[in-house]
């Protein structure tokens, strides 16, 4: 049996199964088992080469499976180049408990402090904030930092929560900025100011809200799912593989697209490579893992309804993503906030109208609180 060739084989096997079918409908379950139990001793020699012919093929798919994913991870790895900073200012270092955050500060050093925080997505840094720093800096003196795990700098393989990001805004603002600021945030890292702003208000003057989601108003929680998707993308072959899939050249276009930019005709391919170089840095898909599996979300309803910092959120009208009522959502939550929509723009609109945004902060951060 063992100089059967394979077709031969395979044929014998589908010939005897045939053959069998008829009589299978008319024995009992113990019948069943005991036509089993007698194949097995009597094809003993066949069971075996079968099980090591399959054994052996599937071993040969899941290996160049593997192989493939490695060589596809190596492959992207290699034709990315370090990323630099495109924004003009003074580059320092923070160093804190995790890891050296990269900052850069522009303007008077006597003007008022004003931050500007990233928001998440693939690839993402302080370089959203190109046509605005410039500006901004004639008035304040600017902060822009990338935040852990992005842009340039420290990226460690931890577990990245909401309260990492939290922290590290909160100890920044204390130790490198050292008196209250203007703080502009965007997207998912407004909650993590207004739960910064209402523990320690003293290092805050105003909040400016960029496109905040309203999920940050609601409570939240991990599924299962999440933590699976969060497991799934840690891992080191499949997990880089899917990530690498995930913020592909095409896939980023694709996001700047539906999510970020109303004009299409910003999504150059200066933006695309510079994004995708960002995205494809050791252990960016740590933080992407906790981002995808919701990890980073805080709900924040009960500190932004006790916030006495003065705030402004913004909008962009044609964010697909965003209710026309979610203005009125923060309003009810606390009456004193300022809530804006910017015409022809999506997420990214401080980019898509930056002389409209400029104008807005500046007059609001430029504003005199009264106690």
């Given at each position: 049996?063992?100089?059967?060739g394979?077709?031969r084989?395979?044929?014998?096997c589908?010939?005897?199964f ?12 113990f ?16 069971v ?9 093929t ?7 499976a ?11 790895e ?11 200012g ?10 050296d955050?990269f900052?850069?500060?522009k303007?008077?050093?006597d ?32 902060f ?11 990226h460690?393989g ?8 939290s ?5 920044f ?7 209250p600021?203007?703080v ?8 993590y ?11 805050f ?12 108003l609601e ?6 799912m999440?933590?699976?998707v ?12 899917i ?12 996001y700047?697209d ?32 906790s ?19 003065p ?11 965003t ?13 004193s906030?300022?809530?804006r ?15 409209k ?6 007059e609001?951060?430029?504003e005199t609180?009264?106690?």
């Amino acid at each position: 049996m063992c100089n059967l060739g394979l077709p031969r084989l395979a044929l014998r096997c589908f010939a005897e199964f045939t053959l069998s079918e008829a009589n299978v409908l008319s024995m009992t379950g113990f019948d069943l088992l005991i036509v089993v139990w007698l194949r097995k001793v009597k094809h003993t020699g066949e069971v075996k080469v079968g099980f090591t012919r399959t054994l052996f093929t599937s071993t040969l798919v899941v290996g160049g499976a593997v192989g493939a994913m490695a060589l596809y991870n190596k492959f992207i790895e290699r034709q990315v180049s370090e990323p630099d900073t495109v924004l003009k200012g003074e580059e320092r270092r923070y160093p804190w408990k995790y890891g050296d955050i990269f900052y850069q500060v522009k303007g008077a050093r006597d003007a008022k402090p004003l931050l500007l925080i990233h928001g998440f997505g693939p690839g993402a840094s302080s370089y959203e904030w190109r046509k605005n720093v410039d500006a901004l800096s004639e008035q304040f003196r600017v902060f822009t930092l990338d935040l852990l795990g992005f842009g340039l700098s420290d990226h460690p393989g931890i577990d990245y929560t909401a309260e990492t990001f939290s922290d590290l805004i909160s100890d920044f603002l204390k130790e490198a900025i050292g008196k209250p600021a203007v703080v502009v945030a965007h997207g998912l890292t407004c909650a993590y100011v207004i739960a910064d702003a209402y523990r320690r208000p003293q290092l805050f003057e105003r909040l400016v809200l960029v496109s905040p989601p309203a999920d940050i108003l609601e409570e939240s929680f991990q599924s299962p799912m999440s933590n699976a998707v969060k497991f799934l993308l840690r891992t080191p072959l499949l997990g880089q593989f899917i990530y690498n899939t995930l913020t592909s050249r095409r896939a980023i276009r694709a996001y700047y697209d539906v999510e970020c930019f109303q004009n299409p005709g910003l999504i150059t391919e200066e933006l695309v490579e510079y994004i995708y170089s960002n995205a494809h840095q050791s252990n960016d898909r740590y933080p992407a893992a906790s981002m995808l599996s919701d990890n980073l979300v805080m709900d924040v309803r009960e500190p932004l309804a006790r916030l006495q910092v003065p705030v402004v959120a913004i909008w962009g009208r044609e964010d697909v993503f965003t209710l026309p009522e979610t203005g009125n959502l923060f309003k009810q939550v606390n009456r004193s906030i300022d809530t804006r929509l910017m015409d022809k723009a999506r997420k990214q609109l401080q980019y898509e109208q930056a002389e409209k945004f400029n104008a807005l902060v500046s007059e609001f951060a430029g504003e005199t609180v009264t106690q």
